[in-house]
């Protein structure tokens, strides 16, 4: 690993992320905000810290960036930008400790959603519209906006790429990976102003339509209403937010071909009809298994129900409704849903759809191959040969996710939470959703887990924003050796 040029970058992205903190701090000046000064303050450390990391490490020689540096730069960017976008939370004192405050960035720049704030509608809107913008930037990653601005990284700026979104079911938009970049930030910043367009004439006034554009794109959840988007009481919002986090949770390059007039490769996405598959079927579970419980009309059911479906699958995190009300058998399939994610190339956390899908594929050959055992079969993904080497990255990943979801869930039961709260908390910063279940549930927050169990869901939503393998190649010692 090269350390110098590796600095040298996470400096380039914590330069960029002071850019970012410009737009909360006009806000805050034009609404006389008296957050002004914490995010005046905030802007000056991010920048100066991030232009004297990039002059300390800058080297004249031209360094090719290989896929340790990749890797290093994308976990060490993600904690140093979750550590300086602490900073308005923590200075301002709306976190009450600095573990509260880096446990709200990270969960910000993983779009998590996992709040410890309570009065949001109390809140400066300064520090409400950078929640949302920590969820937007985390959303697509500022590792592959740094791509489409820097043509400094050339062509090792795959390497980049690959560490931030896995190489299965990623296409090639273009033949250059800064176009690729370029063309991903485009139909992201374009859904996302006609997404607070819809929400504008919806009803939500031109700051709540900002800042829920950008959490619905990011995926994130976060929201400027103590009540998430229950507050606004509208079936039109609902219905936009839920056609929106849909699309979030579709693989970026899919609409990138649709812009193109290339409608059909979403009929040829198997991931794709696998994605609306598993939406319409849970939405059809839990319409009739609210409906059935007799508290909700079939139209009520339907609104509420699909919402809830699509915000968990594609781990948004909104909610609409309390669903620890619904009867278990909604609320399970709910917290199954968590693990399931958006497709691979979207804002979605998860496991993402593909790798259910080729798990459920390769389950099934094994059990053809016990009824034919001479038989050949080849296990396909679009009419193409799924490798081994995939596979078996799958099933290690699958493994990976698994035991540190026991491990952590051990780990919060250790710290005398109830083992509702414990393991759901973890499967929902596993898969960066957001509300759990127990104490940590749609109505509640999480400022009542304790100190290590905070930072032990921190490791678990970075590990989880970043799919296992970037962070844990790092604890590795073969990692470190030349």
Known sequence: MNPALVFNLVGVVLLLSSMFMLVPLLTSFLVKGWDLPVFGITFLITFLAGLTLYFLTKSREKMELKHRDGFAVVTISWLTMSLFGSLPYFLSGIAPSFTDAYFESMAGFTTTGASILGNLDGLPKGILLWRSLTQWMGGMGIIVFSLAILPMLGAGGMQLFKAEVPEIGVEKLRPRIIDMAKSLWYIYAGLTAVLALLLLVAGMDLFDAVCHAFTTMGTGGFSTKSESIAYFQSAWIDLIITVFMFLAGINFSLHFYALRGNLSRFAKSSEFKFYCSVILGAIVIITFNIFKAGDSSI????????????????????????????????????????????????????????????????????????????????????????????????????????????????????LGMDIITSASTVISAMSNVGPALGAAGPAENYSSIPVAGKWILVLCMLIGRLEIYTVILLFMPIFWRK
């Open 299 to 414: 139209s009520d059911a339907l609104r509420y129900g699909a919402f809830q479906v699509v915000s968990i699958t594609t781990t948004t995190g909104f909610v609409t409704a309390d669903y620890e009300v619904w009867p278990v058998l909604s609320q399970m399939l709910l917290l199954c849903l968590m693990f399931f994610g958006g497709m691979v190339g979207s804002t979605g956390g998860g496991m993402k759809q593909v790798r259910i899908l080729l798990m459920f594929k390769q389950s099934y050959r094994e059990l053809y191959h016990l009824i034919h055992p001479r038989a050949l079969t080849a296990l396909k993904l679009d009419e193409k040969n799924v490798p081994k080497e995939t596979l078996g990255g799958i099933w290690g990943f699958l493994f990976l996710f698994i035991l540190i979801s026991v491990i952590a869930t051990l780990c919060m039961t250790a």
